[in-house]
């Protein structure tokens, strides 16, 4: 079965540190991938998203996201955070074609960001 | 443009006792999706609509859980009787296609089944 993994749990940071949070999937075949954030008492909404082309995704606020087929993963990064960047990310991968999931998204566990002003 | 709306946002039950919630996607969204959120885990699709019909129902507990969308729009999820592990954040999610679109959350229901 398809999975997505990430792999920090919680991450704190200082501000204007540089982030790269970590997902990884299995899946060999073609996929779309998704950045969702939830920030608190606030709803997931999306980060930013890859279907085709530049592997290189530019989201909202700074956020961008390399999706590098060979490694399975779909990294997150952002050069400098701010307070306002705590929250929640969450991985979320699209398997085209596969099995009965109909293209249905799977969701990492999810990884807290907490920045320090 | 107006955003999925779910209600109730809170629901505190007793065990064995019945829960219904209430989901409302952004119009014209034909895809619509209930997740469930347990504590530290990420949302894990519960049912999935095309308009009015079942798409993906595949780990909807449907010996308690139930799910319908009449006339493809507004969505009501159903679980009778509750257990303590169906305590968890429902949402729900609509898109305007399959596959390739966006989909788009609500707030949730923080459901507490005591």
């Known amino acids: 079965a398809q999975s997505v993994s990430q792999h920090n749990h919680h991450v704190i940071l200082s501000e204007a540190a540089s982030l790269e949070l970590g997902c990884n999937y299995s899946?060999?075949?073609?996929?779309?991938l998704f950045w969702y954030v939830q920030y608190p008492g606030q709803h997931l909404q999306l980060l930013l998203k890859y279907f085709s082309g530049d592997p290189l995704v530019k989201g909202i606020k700074g956020f961008e996201a390399e999706f590098i087929k060979s490694k399975f993963s779909f990294n997150l990064r952002k050069p400098s955070v701010q307070w306002s960047d705590t929250a929640e990310y969450f991985c979320a991968v699209n398997a085209m074609n596969y099995g009965g999931s109909q293209g249905n998204l799977i969701f990492g566990k999810g990884t807290k960001l907490s920045v320090k002003p | 443009e107006a955003g999925v709306a779910q209600s109730p946002r809170y629901k505190i039950i007793e065990k064995r006792q019945s829960v219904a919630f209430w989901c409302n996607p952004i119009?014209?969204?034909?895809?619509l999706y209930w997740y469930q959120q347990i504590l530290g885990q990420g949302p894990k699709l519960l049912i999935q609509?095309?308009?009015?019909?079942?798409?993906?129902d595949s780990q909807l507990p449907k010996d308690r859980f139930s799910a319908e969308r009449l006339k493809g729009v507004d969505s009501t999820l159903k679980i009778q009787p509750a257990k303590l592990e169906d305590s968890a954040v429902y949402l729900c999610?609509?898109?305007?296609?399959?596959?390739?679109?966006?989909?788009?959350f609500g707030p949730g229901t923080r459901l507490t089944v005591l």
């Open positions: 999610a609509s898109s305007s296609v399959r596959y390739t679109d966006t989909q788009y």
């Open positions: 609509f095309q308009n009015n019909g079942v798409v993906d």
């Open positions: 899946y060999g075949g073609t996929v779309n």
């Open positions: 119009s014209g969204h034909a895809t």
